[in-house]
T-cell receptor
């Protein structure tokens, strides 16, 4: 069965510091992987996605993620955190049948 | 980019009444729409998947007679919570897709409170 594991339900960084949110997946077929951000009482906004091709994917707001098949990982990074990055982040795996499998989410806190 | 409009954003209703939530893809045709429920501080729980013109496929444990889904066109899906009870209070989010590789676009969510 396909699954997504996000390590760390809460991550706290200082403003200007590196952001690293971890995501590991399990899939028996080549995966489609996504990162979404959710602000309170709002829907999800796509940050970036990996389907095929280049394994380093650049997204919006300075985020990027690298697909590493050997490590079954798709970690999300941003070189310098901004206060506006404080939100909840979800890693998701595109499943056969057109569904998305979500990780449990990671709440990012940015300290001034 | 792809936009999905979800209405209403917030609704309060009395127990026993029904509430309809609309989800529209504004600038693309969604072959599939999804309805999720999100409890506080939790991830999204898929309730059902709907394809235009066919019956929705419900996830295990989701009552299809309580959560009625209609996908009348490639741009509109509705979720009706029938005979709502306080335990149905939650955040409901829709998502539309034109295929997995193309990605999924989410609505802004509906906060339902049943009193």
């Amino acid at each position: 069965a396909q699954s997504v594991t996000q390590l760390g339900s809460h991550v706290s960084v200082s403003e200007g510091a590196l952001v690293l949110l971890r995501c590991n997946y399990s899939s028996s077929v080549p995966p489609y992987l996504f990162w979404y951000v959710q602000y309170p009482n709002q829907g999800l906004q796509l940050l970036l996605k990996y389907t095929t091709g280049a394994t380093l994917v650049k997204g919006i707001n300075g985020f990027e993620a690298e697909f590493k098949k050997s490590e079954t990982s798709f970690h999300l990074t941003k070189p310098s955190a901004h206060m506006s990055d404080a939100a909840e982040y979800f890693c998701a795996l595109g499943e056969y049948g057109n569904k998305l499998v979500f990780g449990a989410g990671t709440i990012l806190r940015v300290k001034s | 980019g792809a936009v999905v409009s979800q209405h209403p954003s917030r609704v309060i209703c009395k127990s026993g009444t029904s509430v309809k939530i609309e989800c529209r893809s504004l600038d693309f045709q969604a072959t599939t729409m999804f309805w999720y429920r999100q409890f506080p501080k939790q991830s999204l729980m898929l309730m059902a998947t709907s394809n235009e013109g066919s019956k929705a496929t419900y996830e295990q444990g989701v009552e299809k007679d309580k959560f009625l889904i209609n996908h009348a066109s490639l741009t509109l899906s509705t979720l009706t919570v029938t005979s709502a009870h306080p335990e149905d209070s939650s955040f409901y989010i829709c998502s539309a897709s034109a295929g997995t590789k193309n990605g999924y676009t989410f609505g802004s969510g509906t906060r339902l409170t049943v009193v």
